[in-house]
């Protein structure tokens, strides 16, 4: 699980890369296209935002990673010890 918000993470981080050295092409409209929706709990929205925030700062992917998991660690526990 901590892979696939890692990858989110990625996708978004460097999808603005991306879209900053693009160049305009034709579009070509997709039929099949689906719409994924993902859904978070308390705790994947804390990795996720200690995740971005220790990009931000300059950590490398995994310092980042630690943190953000470290985060996680906490965030569960604490659901465990209000349930």
């Known amino acids: 699980m901590k892979k696939l918000f890692f990858s989110a993470v990625a996708l978004v981080a460097f999808n603005s890369v991306s ?3 693009t160049i305009q092409i034709e579009e070509e409209k997709v039929k099949d296209e689906k719409a994924i929706t993902f859904y978070l709990t308390k705790c994947d929205q804390i990795y996720l935002t200690t995740l971005l925030k220790a990009i ?18 906490v965030c569960k526990e604490k659901e465990v010890k209000q349930n």
């Open 19 to 21: 879209i900053a050295n």
């Open 56 to 73: 931000e700062l300059e950590f490398s992917n995994e310092d980042a990673s630690d943190i953000a998991g470290a985060a996680y660690q």
